[in-house]
Each structure stands twice: as structure tokens, then as C-alpha cells.
């Protein structure tokens, strides 16, 4: 497994901008596939988004044209850059990473949190 640490998170009013990041410890970064996802109160963890090893990306349908995920393999770092937040952002954010073998992300940071106010 890869040793995941995120920073960046805080609060910020709707429609602000937020950057975080995640860097990765332990394996080969440039193998694993990197993703973000959240947990809001009282809801099930989802997706967000997900950077390929090969740098392709996915996003789900609540961040398209508002976030973007990018890495760095010279830093072992993926970012989650967000812009245009919404109040509805507001969960605590995870960094994920999954061998490029693997069907599953089976690496997780601890979390950050992004509050969103109104």
C-alpha cells in the first residue's frame, strides 16, 4: 500500500476557489491511479474524481467544469483544484490511490475537511 497525506482544505464562501493536494509515500506513484472522493454528514462516501497512471481523467457529474484533478509524479503529488464551490461541496475530502493492476482504490489519506458557507 501507499502512505497518503492531503493538505489544502479549510473554508471558504460560495463560489470561492480551493486547492488541495495529496502526496504519496511508500510505492511508485507514477503506478498507481490517483483519485479524490467525500463524505458529506450523514452520507455515503462518493466519487469526485480520479487521474489515470497514464493521466487520463474522470470526474463525476457534481465537479464537471468546476474541479480538475492533475498530478505530479516528480513530487508524488495529485491535486484537486475546485473552483466555483457550492455550499453542497461541503464534506470531507479524500485522496485514494489504487495500483493500475487493481480494481479497487485500496489506499486512503485521513481526510481534509472543505466547509463551503452561504
Known amino acids: 500500500q501507499v502512505a497518503l497525506v492531503e493538505f489544502g482544505g479549510g473554508t471558504v464562501q460560495a463560489g470561492g476557489s480551493l486547492r488541495l493536494s495529496c502526496v504519496a509515500s511508500?510505492?511508485?506513484?507514477?503506478?498507481?491511479?490517483m483519485g479524490w472522493f467525500r463524505q458529506a454528514p450523514g452520507k455515503e462516501r462518493e466519487f469526485v474524481a480520479s487521474?489515470?497512471?497514464?493521466?487520463?481523467?474522470t470526474y463525476a457529474d457534481s465537479g464537471k467544469g468546476r474541479f480538475t484533478i492533475s498530478r505530479d509524479n516528480a513530487k508524488n503529488m495529485v491535486s484537486l483544484q475546485m473552483s466555483s464551490l457550492k455550499p453542497e461541496d461541503t464534506a470531507v475530502y479524500y485522496c485514494?490511490?489504487?495500483?493500475?493492476?487493481?480494481?479497487?482504490?485500496?489506499?486512503w489519506g485521513q481526510g481534509t475537511q472543505v466547509t463551503v458557507s452561504s
Open positions: 485514494a490511490a489504487r495500483h493500475y493492476i487493481d480494481p479497487v482504490f485500496g489506499s
Open positions: 487521474i489515470m497512471w497514464s493521466g487520463g481523467s
Open positions: 511508500g510505492r511508485t506513484f507514477s503506478n498507481y491511479d
